[in-house]
């Protein structure tokens, strides 16, 4: 039941926050990824070059059942591309993730995503390919890394 807790919790925290933001191009965009983990993608735009994300990915089999969130906080780095189409971005920053394989064995990590991503000039959306390395904290030191691509869909 906790855990349902700490989705609820991350929910709301990104859309409370996305109720304060000044009016911008692109503020709260929502879509998917696939890789390590697949799952859905929140990304709230606080100001022009920093931004929050959660995850939730999910899984649901007899060997590998799982949930895993994240969240992190990004800062962007604008390439001037000259690219009439849109813009493309360098980001960067610090992050946690909750992993709960087979729902019983919990573990917590800090996380720092290094990513790619493009948004689009005539439509309201864009896409992102990351790495992050991460060090599990809980319940063993254990460092590895995730990789992902994914959309999002900027609803306003």
Do not use: C
């Not at 920093?50 to 604008?78: C, N, P, Q, W």
């Amino acid at each position: 039941m906790k855990k349902f807790h700490v989705i609820i919790l991350t929910f709301a925290v990104v859309f409370a926050i996305s109720q304060k933001v000044d009016a911008q191009d692109r503020t709260l965009g929502i879509g998917g990824v696939l890789g390590d983990p697949h799952g859905v993608s929140l990304k709230l735009y606080i100001s022009e070059d920093k931004a929050l994300t959660a995850g939730l990915g999910f899984g649901i089999a007899d060997e590998i059942s799982f949930v895993y969130i994240t969240a992190d906080f990004l800062i962007h780095r604008m390439f001037d591309t000259g690219w009439d189409a849109g813009s493309l971005h360098v980001y960067y920053g610090p992050g946690v993730a909750f992993y709960d394989p087979r729902f019983r064995d919990a573990s917590i990590s800090l996380r720092g995503p290094l990513g790619l991503g493009a948004d689009f000039r005539d439509a309201p959306v864009g896409i992102f390919l990351e790495v992050a390395p991460y060090i599990d904290l809980t319940p063993d030191f254990y460092f590895s890394f995730m990789g992902a691509a994914g959309f999002r869909f900027y609803i306003n």
